[in-house]
């Protein structure tokens, strides 16, 4: 079990000062008071709020169909990094429109490029997302708390389910005082999952991987029983060829994927074009003789719609469902 550090307490004085600030957050339903802090348990650290968060900064966009669920998008104050408009439906679109965007500056890696400075002077009450520059220590010396999702938490060696879904939107629910439009929102999804499952039907036995290719040639990386990518595949009716590997993400070669030879492929990306990724794939020597290359069934899909557990890899299955239902 991971040690459990001191909790980060957001102080009564500063969150009164914020609240003030916001202007009609007297309108909002009842939150955790000082009499009645929430604390969560988040990458192994307990996180204490005397209240509700009222500025919220976001680094990462994973947290964002949680926080439009539960109607609380509206308080966060400033947001960094990328958020295709795929992702979203009109209402979340808009509703981040209005969000500032600090910077969505990225390394060659993808990382945010973001200085402690600049999220600090947002003054924030809670920043969802870790990024490499600004840990959890760093903004807990501050006094900032910070929520991570748990599959993105460091060393995390739990295989995620599609519980875990229900599971983060009750715990944003508790730490945003908002439990009832989680219960609400966990009814809905659950529904949708036995309306997309049924959809898929029974396990059609045909094989398939994820993969994140490299655009314009290099590394791909195949995705293990660690990583979303292996129950959304065996939701939609297939049989994960890398449902022996333990680990989370990990590279691959043409020649290790020629020999398990997957009837379908997907291709996860961050951003871009997605024949530019489809070809980082089919370009390398060899992949021609893939089976799922020869026959056509190779699908691009945008990352968070597989990772990390979200209500957007329900909207990834589905996608998947749809796309391959017909050949299986």
């Known amino acids: 079990m991971k040690a459990t550090r001191l909790a980060v307490t957001a102080t009564t004085s500063a969150l009164v000062l914020l609240v003030a600030a916001c202007g009609g957050a007297g309108d909002e339903p009842a939150a ?9 348990t988040n990458c192994g650290v307990d996180v204490t709020f005397d209240a509700a968060p009222q ?58 490029q973001i200085s402690k400075e600049v999220v600090i002077s947002q003054q924030p009450d809670l920043v969802l997302g870790e990024v490499d520059n600004l840990s959890r220590d760093t903004l807990s010396a501050v006094h900032i708390p910070l929520l991570e999702e748990p599959a993105m938490c460091p060393d995390s060696t739990d295989v995620p389910t599609f519980d875990d879904i229900y599971a983060q939107l009750q715990t944003y629910g508790r730490v945003f005082g908002r439990e009832a439009e989680a219960a609400t929102a966990v009814t809905a999804l659950k529904e949708r999952m036995t309306r997309i499952q049924t959809e898929a039907g029974p396990s059609s036995g ?123």
């Open 55 to 112: 500025r919220v900064v976001l680094l990462k966009s994973a947290a964002v169909p949680y926080l439009h669920a539960l109607g609380v998008l509206d308080r966060v104050t400033a947001r960094a990094g990328q958020y295709p408009t795929e992702y979203y439906d009109a209402a979340t679109r808009t509703e981040l429109d209005r969000i500032p965007l600090l910077t969505d500056k990225t390394d060659t890696s993808g990382h945010l």
């Open 206 to 328: 045909r094989t398939a991987a994820v993969l994140y290719p490299t655009v314009g040639g290099g590394t791909t990386y195949a995705y293990g029983t660690a990583s979303m990518a292996h129950p959304q595949l065996t939701a939609a009716g297939f049989r994960n060829v890398f449902g022996d590997v333990p680990e989370r993400v990990f590279e691959v070669t043409v020649e290790e994927l020629l020999g398990r030879n997957p009837d379908v492929l997907i291709l996860l990306y961050g951003d871009g074009d997605p024949k530019a990724v489809e070809q980082g794939l089919t370009g390398l020597p060899g992949a021609e003789k893939l089976n799922a290359v020869r026959s056509g069934d190779v699908m691009t899909q945008l990352f968070n719609f597989t990772e990390p557990p979200t209500p957007l890899s329900i909207d990834g299955l589905d996608r998947i469902v749809q796309r391959f239902k017909a050949g299986a």
């Open 32 to 40: 955790p008071g000082r009499g009645n802090p929430v604390t969560v």
